[in-house]
């Protein structure tokens, strides 16, 4: 504000307003936070690891991208604003601090407030574009088709952006996934218009997915082969572009269309995703020009996420800033019972965590709504994100303890001191849209997990604690978390300190092996009434941990720079750089996922090239497409020897008895009626191979026949077809033509006399109108799978005590727990006439 002077003539002082506009102001980070006047009470002073990640900001601060990596609690959002006040005072403005959701913006805007800092909210107001204020939004503000900080902004002028701060980048990445692909809904006539287009080939490629999709059932994919998508990409387009003003489609199309014809197609029972190799940040033209961009993360399980979504530069990503040390966090305590004792049911875990929660606030973050439904009667609440903010305040000020479910939700919330002392995981973080489903299959390792669900798991456990001096227990539950922590390669992918941490669970795990729930809640009592020898335990195991380096594998750098190149029409440099990626490959999946992208490419010069690629890739990894031409059938041959079998298998996978029994119930966890048809069928070949079976999934493999093929006893096959997604009470027609489809297969490749058993597992043993069962025709019900799973789960408790590794044990075994392919026709039911 101009203040009047009292110079001759009441005129004012110009030499003072210029003295004010000349004075310097401070940009060194620790000199701007000491200079600011209006800090509120406990403002003080920068903490430690605040003041070395600013102080090492400032040495970097013309590098143009920078990864600061802060552990959960460390003040990331204090630096993130003192650095864009530093950038403002250099006069490099406008500067944008971007956070997940519009919760957490009020956050940032709260932290703003404490520190004395001006922010808007309108990345058009006049205070953001004079460089007088910052700007905060949440990432859907900033990534979206139709984003005000694009070029292609009509008829206003496009937002700018000179400084942009990414808050917990990790989040701000899902986010871009899916603001920059379509996700058409069954309901909107897109869908249906597309996969009429697609039908004909879809069925050819693979008929019993293609069913699944028309019919709606739960668990349905169904991937457009990338030949076909390419052969009727201009169909496509006029199809989007006809629904373009749905709200479905548009947000999304403008950032979408241009990239449209290297886009992956994948169909579901209830959504079609249309999704370009990487996001297409090109779109955000003022995010892409922006002078500096800083990314905040907590945990960045693969940092190479960066430079594929959103361009940024290898070498900086690679060198991340970080504290001195990475022991500044929280203590955890993280107990897995059914990895202590397999014995342990789950059931009996959540009734004593209700117990708890009489004491102490109880947080549980469940996959899916379907997996809440296990807390019902325990929970007192159970929300998803929308619901989230009631419940937080009710966590965060109410004095009563409580036991909330929160579906789905494994970042973008702050649970500090008794808000949360006790953070359950209950089951791994899934994969919803079809493109999330299918990625996970085509990128997850041996042990079943890809980078994402570490991601998301870090996230979540870092919930509980929020700042170095906060405390909390953590529980996981489900046979896949316990075996994956566990798992040395899979800790090896967390974050020193969450590292740190399991590593001494698996300590405690080795102590408390086999013990009883009632023990290992002992334990944990420990943690919860500040035991101090568990205090000084718990902080010597992050003494002295030194920050993990920053690393961008090739394929990441690869995969961005091929898609860049074919969008701008150089498709010679797109093959040639995915191309090198992949011979320098180690990984044999990871070679077949990135042949598959170079086919994708090929095809669109020269799809006979592109075929030959993919025949290759798919000889890598079992889960890229189907080339055109396959190598001929190879029959399985008969289960003979079983227990010898099942004793090599065994002992190829399982180094103890507690990872076997977790290993069984991973199988057995899955094997369930419900939406996951593709986890049902791939654990049904897992539990028989476990049981020294040959068996095969044909129709995966092959694209015809049935879901499931089981060699029994001499000539004897089963033939599966898994209808565990369907909800009806009878039989349907179609279900059970399709069953005689794949008798009718196994017909043309079985010509030695084999007997086919046709299986069909189904919640109903009752045929449906106008239904003739298949000659010889078998239900695996739910009462008749039950039976079969707790034998199974009884075998692997023998195993355990008895050991595996003698085939005459495991044939002893496998005969006392009616496993033997002599007794498996017990567990199948027959059916009932209409």
């Known amino acids: ?205 693979s008929p019993n997915a293609f069913l699944d999709v028309t019919e709606r059932v739960y668990g349905a994919l169904a991937r457009v082969p990338f030949w076909t998508w390419r052969e009727k990409i201009n169909a496509v387009r006029r199809i989007l572009r006809q629904h373009a003003n749905s709200s479905d489609i548009d947000y999304e199309w403008p950032a979408v269309q241009e990239s449209l014809p290297f886009c992956r197609a994948v169909f579901s029972g209830i959504e079609l995703t249309i999704t370009p190799p990487c996001p297409p940040i090109q779109h955000v033209s003022n995010f892409l ?106 966590l965060v000020s109410e004095k009563s303890t409580t036991l909330v479910v929160l579906v789905n939700k494994y970042d973008g919330i702050d649970l500090p001191g008794d808000a ?47 700042s170095n001096e906060d405390h909390c227990l953590v529980v996981l539950l489900g046979p896949r978390l316990s075996q994956l922590i566990a798992h040395p390669d899979t800790v090896a992918r967390f974050s020193p300190a969450t590292q740190a941490q399991l590593n001494l669970s698996n300590d405690i795990a080795r102590n408390l092996a086999d013990m009883p729930l009632a023990r290992i809640l002992q334990v944990a009592n420990q943690a919860l009434t500040r035991d101090p020898s568990w205090i000084q335990l718990a902080k010597n195991a992050l003494s002295g941990l030194t920050p993990k380096p920053g690393y961008v594998g090739p394929e990441a750098i690869a995969r961005r720079g091929a898609f860049d190149a074919a969008l701008a029409g150089n498709m010679p440099a797109a093959e040639s750089i995915i191309r090198a990626a992949a011979e320098a490959m180690d990984d044999p999946r990871t070679t077949g996922w990135l042949l598959e992208q170079l086919a994708m490419y090929v095809d669109h010069r020269n799809p006979h090239e592109a075929q030959q690629i993919l025949g290759r890739a798919r000889a890598l990894n079992a889960d890229v497409l189907r080339p055109i031409v396959t190598a001929p059938y190879v029959p399985l041959p008969s289960s003979d020897m079983q227990g010898q079998r099942a004793s090599g298998v065994l002992s190829g996978n399982f180094q103890s008895p507690t990872n076997l029994v977790l290993g069984f119930e991973t199988v057995l966890g899955d094997l369930a009626f419900g939406e996951r048809t593709e986890e049902f069928e791939a654990s049904f070949l897992e539990l028989g191979l476990l049981l020294g079976l040959n068996a095969s999934r044909p129709e995966k493999d092959l694209g015809d026949g049935p879901d499931n093929l089981w060699a029994l006893d001499g000539t004897r096959y089963w033939v599966v077809e898994a209808k565990t997604g369907v909800t009806t009470n009878f039989i349907a027609k179609k279900d059970v033509n399709q069953l005689a489809g794949s008798i009718n297969w196994f017909g043309e490749h079985y010509v030695n006399g084999e007997t086919p058993v046709p299986v069909t597992v189904h919640p109903a043993r009752a045929l449906g109108p106008g239904s003739t069962a298949v000659p010889g025709m078998r239900v695996l019900t739910p009462r008749k799978l039950g039976e079969l799973i707790s034998n199974v789960r009884a075998f692997a408790a023998a195993l355990a005590t008895d050991g595996w590794q003698s085939a005459s044990v495991v044939t002893a075994l496998l005969r006392a727990h009616q496993l033997s392919v002599q007794d498996l026709d017990s567990y199948l039911a027959s059916y009932a006439a209409n």
């Not at 203040?3 to 980070?29: C, E, K, M, N």
């Not at 292609?152 to 871009?176: F, K, N, Q």
């Not at 006790?422 to 999330?436: C, K, Q, S, T, Y």
Request: proline share 6%.
């Open 420 to 466: 949360c002392r006790i953070l359950v995981l209950d089951g791994l973080p899934e994969a919803f849209n079809p493109e999330e489903r299918l990625e996970s299959q085509l990128t997850s390792r041996t042990i079943g997990t890809d980078d994402r669900q570490i991601q998301r798991i870090e996230q979540g456990m870092g919930r509980g604690v929020r």
């Open 1 to 205: 504000m101009l203040i009047p002077d009292s110079s001759p003539g009441g005129g004012l002082d110009f030499g003072r307003l210029l003295a004010s506009r000349t004075a310097a102001v401070p940009i060194r980070p620790s000199e701007l936070y000491e200079a600011l006047p209006n800090k509120a009470a406990g403002y003080g002073y920068l903490r430690l690891v605040q003041g070395q990640v600013l102080e090492q900001w400032h040495e970097r601060r013309d590098t143009r991208d920078l990864v600061i990596k802060v552990n959960t609690g460390g003040g990331k959002t204090i630096d993130g604003l003192i650095i864009l006040q530093s950038l403002l005072n250099e006069k490099q403005g406008p500067a944008l601090y971007v956070a997940p959701d519009p919760y957490l913006v009020g956050q940032v805007i709260a932290e703003a407030e404490k520190l004395g800092l001006a922010t808007v909210t309108d990345p058009d107001d006049a205070r953001y574009l004079r460089s007088e204020a910052i700007c905060v939004v949440n990432a859907h503000k900033l990534v979206n088709g139709r984003t005000v900080f694009s070029a292609s902004r009509s008829p206003r002028t496009p937002a700018p952006i000179g400084s942009v701060v990414i808050d917990d980048a990790h989040a701000a990445i899902a986010t871009t996934r899916r603001k920059l692909s379509l996700s058409i809904p069954a309901e909107n006539p897109a869908f249906q218009a597309l996969l009429n287009l697609f039908a004909s080939d879809l069925e050819s490629y």
């Open 289 to 394: 020009g922006a002078h500096h961009r800083i990314y905040l993360t907590a945990t960045l399980a693969d940092d190479g996420v960066l430079v594929t979504d959103f361009d940024a530069d290898p070498d900086s990503v690679a060198d991340p800033i970080t504290p001195e040390t990475a022991g500044d966090i929280g203590e955890r305590m993280i107990l897995a019972p059914q990895e202590i004792n397999p014995t342990i049911e789950a059931t009996d875990v959540r009734n004593a965590l209700k117990e708890l929660s009489q004491r102490h606030n109880v947080v549980v973050l469940s996959p899916s709504w379907r997996a809440a439904a296990q807390w019902d009667g325990l929970a007192d609440d159970v929300v998803g994100a929308r619901e989230i903010g009631p419940v937080m305040k009710k």
